[in-house]
């Protein structure tokens, strides 16, 4: 009963046996092969427009480049203040631009409210030289509380953060479950809305370690390339990356894979409502489910060797406990009911 991450997963048998098809013969490196190519005309199919594309094998590496190329040494990037740029990533994306700043914003289930960035971006016109220059704004959809973005409301923010001169970049490490539920494509989720850059995430969907930052805005990607070798990202053996990306694409395996994890997490909170004294917290359009349940719930699940995160601080004593639950693509059905019987006790 693994929910504690859709990174517990392995991955897909179809990503592996790209892989092992991959590793036949010789290629050119630092993605200069026929597979990185390959994806590059992929990635501009499918975003249905022309578009730089940069693999890299974690998250933290596309958010960190994409951050640096939006964000100078004095520069500011708004982020919701629990996204996970600001929470989870140690620095790295302040570290990547050499000073630029990632400021907290406010709003509900993780997603930056309008009139907050509107505030923010009025207020900083006030300090000139002396405070960061506003830069950047980033989204995350799926968010870390499992919000999620409709391309109106992307478009809605991604307009006050362009008339405020900055650039949108949207972490995107759930945004096949994100697509899977908007049932929209992948261009209007994105670019469309106003993203300028893009982290595309495929290892909490069925990868190995296998992530791009897709770059729409042509000035963004003049120099990313060499941010990306500066930074330690460019892989010798990149056409690896480009494999399983190319594989997880090949005939919507990508949507289907986030559709299944989608339906689990459903089928979860579905069950989860039905328990006395349990609050599913929002909506659950995504993988990711949040729920406030007894102490004694909790307790029960943890002996019958279910997985999740305990997602906020309560005290030892208190009867209820609040806790995160993500459905992976390989998650079972049976794996769903055995959960809600060992939590039904």
Same mark, same amino acid.
């Given at each position: 009963?693994?929910?504690?991450?859709?990174?517990?997963?392995?991955?897909? !048998? *179809?990503? &592996? /046996?790209?892989?092992?098809? +991959?590793? #036949?013969? @010789?290629?050119?490196?630092?993605?200069?092969? $026929?597979?990185?190519?390959?994806?590059?005309?992929?990635?501009?199919?499918?975003?249905?427009?022309?578009?730089?594309?940069?693999?890299?094998?974690?998250?933290?590496?596309?958010?960190?480049?994409?951050?640096?190329?939006?964000?100078?040494?004095?520069?500011?990037?708004?982020?919701?203040?629990?996204?996970?740029?600001?929470?989870?990533?140690?620095?790295?994306?302040?570290?990547?631009?050499?000073?630029?700043?990632?400021?907290?914003?406010?709003?509900?289930?993780?997603?930056?409210? !309008? *009139?907050? &960035? /509107?505030?923010?971006?009025? +207020?900083? #016109?006030? @300090?000139?030289?002396?405070?960061?220059?506003? $830069?950047?704004?980033?989204?995350?959809?799926?968010?870390?509380?499992?919000?999620?973005?409709?391309?109106?409301?992307?478009?809605?923010?991604?307009?006050?953060?362009?008339?405020?001169?900055?650039?949108?970049?949207?972490?995107?490490?759930?945004?096949?479950?994100?697509?899977?539920?908007?049932?929209?494509?992948?261009?209007?989720?994105?670019?469309?809305?106003?993203?300028?850059?893009?982290?595309?995430?495929?290892?909490?969907?069925?990868?190995?370690?296998?992530?791009?930052?897709?770059?729409?805005?042509? /000035?963004?990607?003049?120099?990313?390339?060499?941010?990306?070798?500066?930074?330690?990202?460019?892989?010798?053996?990149?056409?690896?990356?480009?494999?399983?990306?190319?594989?997880?694409?090949?005939?919507?395996?990508?949507?289907?894979?986030?559709?299944?994890?989608?339906?689990?997490?459903?089928?979860?909170?579905?069950?989860?409502?039905?328990?006395?004294?349990?609050?599913?917290?929002?909506?659950?359009?995504?993988?990711?489910?949040?729920?406030?349940?007894?102490?004694?719930?909790?307790?029960?699940?943890?002996?019958?060797?279910?997985?999740?995160?305990?997602?906020?601080?309560?005290?030892?004593?208190?009867?209820?406990?609040?806790?995160?639950?993500?459905?992976?693509?390989?998650?079972?059905?049976?794996?769903?009911?055995?959960?809600?019987?060992?939590?039904?006790?």
């Amino acid at each position: 009963m693994f929910f504690k991450s859709d990174n517990t997963a392995g991955a897909a !048998p *179809e990503i &592996l /046996a790209a892989l092992a098809e +991959a590793n #036949q013969g @010789h290629d050119l490196s630092y993605g200069e092969d $026929a597979l990185t190519a390959r994806l590059e005309a992929r990635l501009a199919e499918i975003f249905e427009r022309p578009c730089a594309v940069f693999p890299v094998v974690t998250g933290t590496a596309a958010n960190s480049l994409a951050f640096s190329a939006m964000t100078p040494p004095w520069g500011l990037t708004y982020a919701h203040e629990t996204a996970h740029v600001i929470m989870d990533e140690c620095g790295a994306p302040e570290a990547f631009a050499g000073g630029g700043r990632l400021a907290p914003l406010p709003g509900p289930q993780g997603k930056i409210d !309008p *009139e907050a &960035l /509107a505030r923010a971006l009025l +207020a900083a #016109q006030s @300090h000139g030289v002396h405070q960061n220059r506003p $830069a950047g704004l980033t989204l995350s959809n799926l968010t870390e509380w499992g919000g999620l973005w409709r391309p109106g409301e992307i478009a809605e923010v991604a307009r006050i953060a362009h008339e405020g001169g900055l650039k949108v970049h949207l972490d995107g490490a759930r945004f096949a479950n994100a697509l899977a539920a908007l049932n929209v494509s992948p261009a209007e989720a994105s670019w469309r809305a106003g993203v300028d850059l893009l982290s595309f995430g495929a290892t909490k969907n069925g990868c190995l370690a296998a992530e791009a930052l897709v770059v729409f805005d042509p /000035a963004l990607a003049e120099n990313m390339a060499y941010r990306r070798k500066r930074a330690g990202h460019l892989l010798s053996k990149q056409r690896f990356v480009s494999a399983q990306m190319l594989a997880w694409l090949e005939g919507g395996l990508w949507l289907r894979l986030a559709a299944r994890a989608n339906a689990m997490a459903a089928l979860l909170a579905e069950g989860l409502r039905a328990l006395p004294e349990t609050q599913v917290l929002g909506e659950v359009r995504g993988n990711m489910i949040f729920v406030t349940l007894p102490r004694a719930t909790h307790e029960r699940l943890q002996a019958a060797g279910a997985r999740y995160y305990l997602w906020a601080e309560e005290a030892p004593d208190s009867p209820e406990v609040t806790i995160r639950l993500v459905a992976s693509f390989a998650a079972q059905e049976a794996e769903v009911a055995a959960f809600l019987a060992a939590a039904r006790g």
